[in-house]
C-alpha cells in the first residue's frame, strides 16, 4: 500500500524546515509537500490555481496546519475542506503556537482531528512533530482521501 501525502501548510520557514527535519528522522515513507499560505492549501486540496495540473488522485494521508496564515487562515481552510465531500475526512493536525482557548474551541468545533501547540524548546518541538508523523502514519487507521 502506498503511504498518503502529508500536506504541511506552514508559513514561518524555521518551524517549517524543522518539521520536515523531525519528519525525516523518524523514516516515514510519504512524500511531504508544503504550502505557504491558506489559499495554497486551498488550491492544492482541490486542484486549483498553481496545483490545477497535480494529479489529484494521490492519496492525502493528513494535513498538518497552522491556523496564522496569510491570505487564508487556517480555520478558514478547516472549514472548506470539512465542507467538501471529497475532502470533508482527511485527517487534520492544528500545528500551532496558539495557546488561546477560543483557538482550541473553534479548530475543534470546525471538525480538527487534533489540537497541538509548538512547544517552545527546539528539541520538544522536533520530538513532538515526530510523534505526530508516526501516529498519524503507523498507529492511526484512517480513509485515504483522493
Not at 71 to 90: D, F, H, I, M, P
Not at 122 to 145: D, H, P, R
Request: charged share 25%; glycine share 6%.
Amino acid at each position: 500500500m502506498q503511504a498518503g501525502i502529508i500536506l504541511l501548510v506552514e508559513d514561518n520557514h524555521q518551524d517549517e524546515l524543522l518539521i520536515l527535519r523531525a519528519l525525516g528522522k523518524v523514516n516515514l515513507a510519504n512524500q511531504v509537500e508544503v504550502v505557504r499560505d491558506g489559499q495554497q492549501a486551498l488550491d492544492y486540496l482541490f486542484c486549483e490555481g498553481e496545483f490545477s495540473q497535480r494529479d489529484c488522485s494521490k492519496p492525502l494521508a493528513v494535513m498538518l496546519l497552522d491556523l496564522n496564515l496569510p491570505k487564508v487562515s487556517g480555520l478558514e481552510v478547516l472549514g472548506r475542506l470539512r465542507a467538501n465531500q471529497r475532502t470533508k475526512l482527511l485527517p487534520v493536525v492544528i500545528l500551532t503556537s496558539s495557546d488561546e482557548e477560543r483557538d482550541l474551541v473553534a479548530s475543534y468545533t470546525g471538525g480538527a482531528n487534533s489540537f497541538v501547540r509548538k512547544p517552545l524548546d527546539f528539541k520538544e518541538f522536533a520530538e513532538t512533530v515526530a510523534q505526530l508523523g508516526i501516529y498519524w502514519q503507523a498507529i492511526n487507521k484512517s480513509v485515504a482521501v483522493r
